[in-house]
């Protein structure tokens, strides 16, 4: 089976196919959390790492074009590349994610404000490494954490994966009640847009 690499579309195009009435599936890879927050009316919340986990499952309720939405594109790709994996054609991305569709000013369905998952990483490595450094004053041996959050944090961004950002996600402030897989495939069979 090969895999292909899964092209762009930017808010624009999309915005074209859903007026037309030839919407792509559209699946929302970000947190529960940031999902509620704001989303394209009409997408599906299948987050990362349970899309990466069933991806095989996935595929069987996955026949028509699809587009993956993040925040920026980022989790987006990576969630394209697993869905290659199991041959699902027709994959796009969309370029820039929420923040291009909304830049655009489409349509979006606003929840409660919650935190982005980009910005929860950085306050809890910022205030880990402070901590450490203000700590090292007391405890010399606490400036490694820092330099140990800096290495990930390096390694983060060469990689373009986070560990923190995949640990945090797991938290209930992330989570949703509708992030098992079986109610994700039910609505995905059922057709229950959001």
Known sequence: MTTTTPTTIDATGLRELIAAGRAPRMLDVRTPGEFEAAHIPGAYNVPLDLLREHRAELRGHLDEDVVLIC???ARAGQAGQALA???LPNLKVLDGGMLAWQAA???VNQGKAR???ERQVRLVAGSIVL???LGSVFVPGLKWVAAFIGAGLTFAALTNTCAM???LSKLPYNRGASCDLDTIVGQLRDG???
């Open 165 to 167: 950002g995949m640990m």
């Open 115 to 117: 935190w982005d998952l």
């Open 131 to 133: 901590a450490a450094i």
């Open 192 to 194: 229950d847009r959001r």
């Open 85 to 87: 994996t199991v041959g």
């Open 71 to 73: 925040r920026s594109g």
């Open 105 to 107: 000013g489409a349509q």
